[in-house]
């Protein structure tokens, strides 16, 4: 077992994880800095959730390593792990998942409550992120008179509310409109960033990632990167990379000897590649 670098909060190395017999990571390593908004991107069922659960403690891999703060989060028991994550971590799901019989400012307020802390405290500090948030005129309500932007915008200010070292968040504007993710994102930006919070962000959109210091990308339960070929309607020149382009595009590798045909079509051949770090 080898200890993280220290400037890292998080750190995972060769997680591999299987759901039902089918890969879900393959060999995924990453380090995540102090106060970065890290954006974990790729299509749906690339394996962006399954990574931030493992991240957050939610789930064990089958293998590979997990640490926060260079404490071991892959050996912690189920008690150790549930305090890391009601102590130290906040949570942001695609859809809001709130107490109904409890109101808005209330379920804000139930992480500080959790804690320890006193109905008089909690309180405003929920309040101040409602307000925040733009939906302070929502705080006696429960979750059924919301409508479901405002929903999302609970569950944003109750992982906000504790002000914790990392932030997970899972396709956290799924459910909002346009004008309300800009306004919903930058909020947890602008709070991440003068609070000195971590965020890992899981995103299919474009958009979203590009708010983040930096991104990483999923592909099939693999880290990738995106080599973008030339366009094949001008052959390439001769030379191993040239070589290398036309390989890719053929779907071989080059050298592959005769009877490696071509791609499925001149559009599939133009299109990104994505290759395995």
């Not at 293998?63 to 912690?76: A, I, K, L």
């Not at 899981?202 to 930096?214: K, S």
């Not at 339960?221 to 036309?246: E, I, M, S, Y």
Request: hydrophobic share 40%.
């Amino acid at each position: 077992m080898v200890a993280p670098p220290d400037n890292d909060v998080l750190w995972a190395r060769a997680l591999h994880v299987t759901h039902n017999g089918s890969p879900a990571l393959t060999g995924v390593s990453l380090g995540v800095r102090e106060g970065e908004i890290l954006a974990v991107s790729g299509p749906r069922g690339s394996g962006k959730t399954t990574l931030l659960r493992c991240l957050s403690g939610q789930l064990l891999p089958q293998q590979g390593e997990v640490w926060f703060n260079s404490s071991p989060v892959h050996t912690m028991g189920p008690l150790v792990r549930e305090r890391l994550r009601r102590d130290r971590f906040g949570w942001i799901d695609p859809e809001p998942h709130l107490v109904p019989e409890l109101t808005a400012w209330e379920n804000v307020a139930l992480p500080l409550m959790l804690r320890g802390g006193s109905h008089r405290s909690a309180k405003p500090a929920a309040q101040e992120w409602l307000e925040r948030l733009d939906i302070g005129g929502c705080a006696r309500k429960r979750p059924h008179a919301l409508l479901q932007a405002e929903r999302q915008r609970v569950a944003v200010a109750r992982a906000l509310v504790t002000t914790p070292s990392v932030i997970f968040a899972d396709e956290p504007t799924a459910p909002l409109h346009r004008a309300d993710r800009a306004h919903v994102l930058r909020t947890l930006t602008t709070a991440a960033r003068s609070h000195g919070i971590t965020v890992v962000l899981a995103t299919h959109d474009p958009e979203l990632a590009a708010l983040a210091d930096r991104a990483v990308t999923l592909l099939d339960g693999r880290r990738v990167k995106t080599v973008h070929l030339p366009d094949t309607d001008a052959p390439p020149g001769p030379g191993p990379a040239a070589g290398a382009a036309r390989a890719s595009e053929a779907g071989t590798a080059p050298g592959a000897g005769p009877g490696a045909g071509p791609g499925p079509s001149d559009a599939e051949g133009r299109a990104a590649c994505s290759l395995s770090v």
